[in-house]
Nanobody, 115 residues
Framework: QVQLAESGGGLVQPGGSLRLSCVYRSISKLTDAGWYRQAPGKQRDLVALFKRGGAVNYADSVKGRFTISIDNAKNTVYLQMNSLKPEDTAVYYC??????????WGPGTQVTVSS
């Protein structure tokens, strides 16, 4: 019924960049989408949120460095990550909500920023 799949994670040096992609498939329209991350021993936290109407929200720790966007034609949610820091190391998860349905999670992709 709903499928989400993240990609684009990997190993990068501090100051580098990565672009994460979340390809989704659903029988209804995408409404809201977001990126979350979970570091070892910590809870899963919101990184960036793209809401219906175009409003966006970012965690304070990533403002000015990360950008969330959606390409509806490609059924893909992106997270552009610049100026990466070691503290950005985490598993990053895509979350999406669809019309007349609940929200769903992808399996996650590992981002490691070396020091």
């Amino acid at each position: 019924q709903v499928q989400l799949a993240e990609s684009g994670g990997g190993l990068v040096q501090p100051g580098g960049s990565l672009r994460l992609s979340c390809v989704y498939r659903s029988i209804s329209k995408l409404t809201d989408a977001g990126w979350y991350r979970q570091a070892p021993g910590k809870q899963r936290d919101l990184v960036a949120l793209f809401k219906r109407g175009g409003a966006v929200n970012y965690a304070d720790s990533v403002k000015g460095r990360f950008t969330i966007s959606i390409d509806n034609a490609k059924n893909t949610v992106y997270l552009q990550m610049n100026s990466l820091k070691p503290e950005d190391t985490a598993v990053y998860y895509c979350n999406a909500r669809f019309e007349f349905m609940g929200d769903y999670w992808g399996p996650g992709t590992q981002v490691t920023v070396s020091s």
